[in-house]
């Protein structure tokens, strides 16, 4: 079975302060891990994937996240946030021919 | 392009009625997925299809829901009789013949938000 752990529920940080988002996964073998944004009242887009390759991956908005196998960890990152980067980040977890896996979210509250 | 098409966007309705929503996903994709957000429970997901074809609905809560793809433009999601634990965001998403399944790339609608009184 695969499973995701983000550790925070809500991260406060004010703009153009840097911001981490953590996520943990386990499963018994190789997966797909990424990171998907919800908007208020809006439904989930994607962020960033990791598929194989580097381990560090670029999405949009200037995010970016690193995957450590040795951690099992997943962890989403920007150097300097903006209000309008005030939404719900969800980490998941697939691995072959399997559906997603989210996490329960991360709450991300920039303030001026 | 028009993306995943959710209908309705809210629903307010009695508890013992019956709610049908409704999804149309992107075209040429071939894998359709139910999801519900709730604040308790997070995002569980309640079934998929592949190809029309329901591959895993364990996620399904119980008789009283029940999902159908009568083709591969469109989808329901079904609950009778309905109740206040219901209540949620319902979202749909659908993927690529290349991803979803093989690397979990989806596409997700706006969601239709039941409140069951």
């Known amino acids: 079975a695969q499973s995701v752990t983000q550790l925070d529920s809500q991260v406060p940080v004010f703009e153009e302060a840097p911001v981490e988002l953590r996520c943990n996964y386990s499963s018994s073998v190789s997966v797909y891990l990424f990171w998907y944004v919800q908007y208020p009242n809006q439904g989930l887009q994607l962020l960033l994937k990791?598929?194989?390759?580097?381990?560090l991956v670029k999405g949009i908005n200037g995010f970016e996240a690193e995957f450590n196998k040795s951690q099992t960890s997943f962890h989403l990152r920007k150097p300097s946030v903006h209000i309008s980067d005030t939404a719900e980040y969800f980490c998941?977890?697939?691995?072959?021919?399997?559906?997603?896996?989210f996490g329960s979210g991360t709450r991300l509250q920039v303030q001026p | 392009d028009a993306g995943v098409i959710q209908s309705p966007r809210h629903e307010v309705t009695e508890m013992g009625q019956e709610v049908t929503l409704r999804c149309k996903p992107i075209?040429?994709?071939?894998?359709l997925f139910w999801y519900r957000q709730t604040m308790m429970r997070g995002l569980e997901l309640l079934i998929y299809f592949n190809n029309n074809v329901p591959i895993d609905d364990s996620g399904m809560p119980e008789d009283r829901f029940s999902a159908k793809m009568p083709n591969a433009s469109f989808s329901t999601l079904k609950i009778q009789p309905s109740e206040p634990r219901d209540s949620a965001v319902y979202f749909c998403?659908?993927?690529?013949?290349?991803?979803?399944?093989?690397?979990?790339?989806?596409?997700f609608g706006e969601g239709s938000r039941l409140t069951v009184l």
């Open positions: 075209s040429g994709h071939n894998s």
């Open positions: 998403a659908s993927s690529l013949p290349a991803g979803g399944l093989d690397t979990g790339e989806l596409f």
């Open positions: 990791y598929l194989s390759g580097s381990t």
């Open positions: 998941a977890v697939t691995r072959l021919r399997r559906a997603l896996t």
